[in-house]
């Protein structure tokens, strides 16, 4: 079982930065693919980011990129998302998944409570 709670959320203007943290329980943290989602009011749920359990390997959603940098420390079982020049579409709920993933497939089998980003205008 892991358990995912994230951080760093919060109200910004636009054309700032914020870090959201996504911390794990558990001892399988360093298997797991770890990715962030977005969902906006009205809106469905959306991948932002994922990286690979070594780190190398990530993906970023095309709003995402140059934007978002994903990143994990496994030592302390975390996630995190740097985002920087945020828009006001950028508003929206984001939530930490965990999922085991390889050449014939997977999910995210874990998500955590979510974290609220507000970007004003």
């Known amino acids: 079982q892991v358990q995912l709670v994230e951080s760093g959320g919060g109200l910004v203007q636009a054309g700032g930065s914020l870090r959201l943290s996504c911390a794990a329980s558990g001892r399988t943290f360093s298997t797991l693919t770890m990715g962030w989602f977005r969902q906006a009011p009205g809106k469905e749920r959306e991948a932002v980011a994922a990286?690979?359990?070594?780190?190398?390997?990530?993906y970023y959603a095309d709003s995402a990129k140059g934007r978002f940098t994903i990143s994990r420390a496994n030592a302390v079982k975390t996630v995190y998302l740097q985002m920087t020049n945020l828009y006001p579409a950028d508003t929206a709920v984001y939530y930490c998944?965990?999922?085991?993933?390889?050449?014939?497939?997977?999910?995210?089998?874990?998500w955590g409570q979510g974290t609220q980003v507000t970007v004003s205008s």
């Open positions: 998944a965990a999922g085991s993933f390889s050449n014939s497939g997977g999910q995210y089998d874990y």
């Open positions: 990286i690979g359990v070594s780190g190398v390997k990530t």
